[in-house]
């Protein structure tokens, strides 16, 4: 794995006796010697550190500040930037000219500048797609960074016995809070659907600052496995599975994080790439739309099993994009893209697994319910 | 007790042949969350994909290591497939089958030749 990336932790990884494997250019820990199952449980009952320093972390100022970087920003994401409250955090994505997605990320006010979060996979081509598009904007790659994740109910009181200040801040704040491990960017956000923090950290105490968390006996290190199950639970969509350039944020069920004020009638409507197809939809509805699936059984209906309307006949009219067994859940679930008029909650539709198809209940998003502290 | 490159052990008492997978196939594996097994009297071919394993991270089978009849199944672990990291080479064992040409046991690795080849 030599031509490989790797984080800050890497050896600490290497250390707690982590299984290796390349993600998105980088060498990750899928899951350490407690396993993707109790790994999972655990984070939901107590907490999970997670190594995401494979994300990208971007700083964007502009002579105007924020206002200026948010109001060009506004031109590749139809999220609602310049509203956004100083130290607050919205989630969004880029889209491209047919309404497709190009990448979902993190947007933070921090006073006079952004912090952008996005996915390793898309970081380079969200970078070159920043300089070429925002004018007047300076875009820093943040790359003497690591970036820790701490999810779970007790994620508070641990981070708290550090900072007592986090315990403070509610779901999607951010703080810049100086501590024994350098200054640290924090926001109350994560992607397993947990109460939770992501920290950004200087490289050069990443470890340090790992093992000071990983020293509470409630927190556990939690690989790619669990993370990815975490996510499927809590209903979010993985950047490249759920979501890319050929579904639109309408038919992908993120119309929530449109605002008002970027849709048909408001002040800023429209104005990113795709707005005539997106705000059409917005108004009219998509084809289809992404909807939670429950199969019966255990067997899990994994990516890219074809969903068909019927037990018998017929083309496939759908197909799955996540799908796992969810530990918490205690079953398969799965998330899939199904024609509108199959999207009801309540609809059995089925899916095609070893050539038998198989029963599965259109449900509600998330399969576990949210604890974010609001 | 027999080996196969795919991970698979063969014991064998009478006429009878039990099958399950090693301590190494599980571990690769992961947490086992899900197993279909074959129908008793199924008549199999070597290479005949007889067992499907879900785990928490894949898909995966057993194929039939030997020419034969499937005799019995361990259809407890359809309720508790957890049972397959627990007790690999114990309680853990999918299928009993009956080889109508035993002397293919032979072809498989010792313990000793397995261990070698797992490193």
Redesign the interface.
């Given at each position: 794995m030599s031509d490989l990336n790797v984080t800050p932790l890497n050896a600490l990884h290497h250390e707690l006796g982590a299984r290796m494997v390349p993600f998105a250019g980088y060498e990750m820990p899928?899951?350490y010697p407690l396993?993707?199952?109790?790994e999972?449980l655990h984070c939901r009952a107590r907490a999970g550190l997670f190594d995401v320093s494979h994300m990208g972390q971007v700083i964007l100022r502009a002579p105007g500040g924020y206002p200026q970087v948010a109001r060009a920003m506004e031109g590749l994401v139809p999220v609602d930037l310049l509203d956004l409250g100083t130290m607050r955090q919205r989630y969004g994505f880029f889209t491209d000219d047919d309404g497709g997605i190009l990448d979902d990320l993190m947007l933070a006010n921090r006073g006079d500048h952004m912090f952008a979060v996005v996915n390793a996979a898309c970081k380079a081509d969200d970078i070159a797609h920043m300089r070429a598009h925002l004018s007047g904007v300076e875009i820093e790659e943040i790359t003497d960074r690591a970036l820790l994740a701490l999810q779970g109910p007790a994620a508070e009181g641990v981070l708290a016995t550090m900072l007592p200040g986090v315990a403070q801040m509610r779901f999607m704040d951010v703080a810049v809070l100086p501590s024994d491990h350098g200054e640290l960017w924090i926001s109350r956000s994560g992607y397993t659907g947990e109460d939770g923090y992501e920290i950004s950290v200087p490289a050069d105490q990443a470890e340090p600052l790992a093992r000071a968390l990983l020293a509470h006996a409630d927190v556990e290190p939690i690989g790619l496995?669990a993370r990815d199950?975490l996510r499927l639970e809590a209903g979010l969509c993985l950047y490249g599975h759920d979501i890319d350039t050929t579904t639109s944020p309408v038919e992908a069920r993120l119309a929530w994080a449109i605002q008002k004020v970027r849709r048909a009638g408001g002040a800023r409507a429209g104005g990113f790439p795709g707005a005539a197809r997106i705000l059409r939809e917005l108004t009219d509805g998509a084809p289809r739309a992404r909807v939670g699936l429950r199969p019966e059984?255990?067997?899990?209906m994994?990516e890219g099993t074809p969903v068909f309307a019927a037990l018998e006949g017929g083309e496939a009219v759908g197909h799955v994009t996540s799908g796992?067994?969810g530990?918490t859940i205690q079953g398969?679930v799965s998330m899939g893209y199904v024609p509108r008029d199959l999207a009801t909650k309540g609809t059995t539709v089925y899916g095609e697994v070893?050539g038998r198809r198989m029963a599965a209940t259109v449900v509600a998003l998330p399969f576990t319910p949210a604890n974010f502290k609001r | 007790m027999k080996f196969t490159e795919e991970h698979e052990w063969l014991r064998a008492e009478g006429d009878v042949v039990t099958v399950g997978i090693t301590g190494h196939a599980a571990e690769q594996l992961?947490?086992v969350?899900?197993v279909?097994l074959p129908e008793v009297g199924t008549m199999v071919t070597r290479d005949d994909e007889v067992v499907?394993i879900?785990s928490?991270?894949?898909?995966s089978d057993i194929r039939a290591p030997l020419d034969g009849e499937i005799v019995e199944v361990n259809e407890a672990l359809?309720d508790e497939?957890g049972k397959v990291?627990e007790d690999p080479l114990g309680d853990a064992w999918f299928f009993k089958m009956k080889p109508s040409e035993p002397g293919q046991m032979d072809e498989y690795m010792d313990e000793g030749a397995y261990n070698d080849f797992i490193g």
């Open positions: 899928v899951q396993g993707v199952m109790k999972h496995g199950s059984g255990r067997a899990p994994r796992a067994f530990p398969p070893r | 992961g947490d969350v899900f279909e499907v879900e928490v991270k894949a898909a359809v497939p990291n």
